[in-house]
Nanobody, 118 residues
């Protein structure tokens, strides 16, 4: 079993920055892909950014150029740096992990609220 624990959400003004962190624990030695999804009220959960152990990244079009994702593969942690935040970035952000490739069942964190408002 793998547990994902997020931290770093909160309230920020438009144009501000936040950093989300996620740490994985459990009986694992490595995690192939870690990343972040988000879900706004009344909307489906969507991919924000992911990164594999070999450095391949995927970003949602809406966050390209504003968000960066980094990992510490040895510690099984992932960090999402969010800059130039917009009100439309408001959502619950979930850490996500796929242990192996081809993908097995995903693991999810409990979610952390990000609110962008003046």
């Amino acid at each position: 079993q793998v547990q994902l624990v997020e931290s770093g959400g909160g309230l920020v003004q438009p144009g501000g920055s936040l950093r989300l962190s996620c740490a994985a624990s459990g009986s694992i030695s490595s995690i192939y892909r870690m990343g972040w999804y988000r879900q706004a009220p009344g909307k489906q959960r969507e991919l924000v950014a992911t990164r594999t152990t070999d450095g391949r990244t995927v970003f949602a079009t809406s966050v390209k150029g504003r968000f960066t994702i980094s990992r510490d593969n040895a510690k099984n942690t992932v960090t999402l740096q969010m800059n130039s935040l917009k009100p439309e970035d408001t959502a619950v952000y979930y850490c996500n992990a796929y242990i192996t490739f081809p993908y097995d069942d995903p693991y999810w964190g409990q979610g952390t609220q990000v609110t962008v408002s003046s």
